[in-house]
């Protein structure tokens, strides 16, 4: 099978990783909107826009599917994708509900909600959970780690101050939902900040969570083959994905 994988810039490598690592494609296309990083911070209409003209880029390679690795866009244009699309098209943040539901027997467990503020004013996460049951929730945009991210800064001093500034008056969470494809990438940090009892919810292991679930793969790829592109710089991009994923 052949996927195609979008998101506004970097952070959907993390999503990629985990496709890698349960071996579920036999080739990876994968689009960054470097060039109007960050979607978070933009309103509905722009990242529906933007969404689409990512359907339009994938077009030129007969995908069987593309995952949507950004929880901006997910929740925001997915439908808008999925209309506009000749395949599947399967966003971060349903598997990411269906995720954190697997992940937690209790329907009261304190589910801390990250993400860029888009993707917390659309409520998308409340709205998948609370139709699960699960009430006790709390929400947070924290967009500052997305250009943490985007620096390679994933511990030290201004990452400790951002922490400190974003979580400080917040109640212990059970599990904490990585909402933004980037948030992995601070994964470490994340988890000794909340210690260990506190479960992280990541949308890479999300979605091959969903895949597997919804779709027939027939054998292990182990020699997949990933081409990178990016509306501006994609040798950066490309770096990147070396440096993060070895491929
Ligand atoms: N990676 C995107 C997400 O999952 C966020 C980064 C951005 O603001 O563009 O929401």
């Known amino acids: 099978m ?22 579920l494609f036999e080739e990876i296309i994968y689009f960054g909107d470097t060039a ?32 949507v690795a950004c929880n901006t866009v997910s929740a925001y244009a997915l439908t808008e994708m999925q209309e506009a699309a000749t395949c599947p098209v399967i966003g971060v943040v349903e598997a990411g ?17 990250l993400g860029t503020n888009a993707t917390i004013h659309s409520q998308a996460y409340e709205h998948g959970l609370k139709a699960l049951d699960f009430h006790n929730l709390q929400a947070k945009a924290t967009p500052l780690f997305v250009p943490l991210v985007e620096e390679a800064i994933f511990d030290g001093a201004i990452l400790q101050a951002t922490l400190q500034h974003y979580f400080e008056n ?30 992280l919810i990541h949308s890479g292991d999300a979605i091959v969570e969903y895949l597997e679930k919804e779709f027939t793969f027939k054998k292990k790829q182990t020699n997949t083959s990933i081409k990178y592109f990016a509306s501006e710089n994609p040798d950066a991009l490309r770096l990147t994905a070396k440096r993060w994923l070895n491929v």
């Open 2 to 23: 052949k996927v195609g994988v979008f998101d506004s810039g970097i952070g959907g490598l993390t999503v990629v990783k985990s496709l890698l690592k349960h071996q």
């Open 36 to 67: 109007r990083v960050p979607y978070g911070s933009k309103d509905k209409n722009t990242i529906i826009r933007y969404a689409i003209e990512a359907v339009e880029f994938f077009k030129n390679f007969e995908l069987d599917m593309i995952i």
């Open 97 to 113: 509900v269906l995720a954190t539901q697997n992940a937690l027997q209790d329907k009261n467990a304190n589910i801390l909600i």
């Open 170 to 199: 917040l109640s212990k969470p059970n599990a904490v939902i990585l909402g933004c494809t980037h948030f992995p990438l601070l994964e470490d940090v994340l988890g000794r900040y909340f210690g260990k009892e506190t479960q």
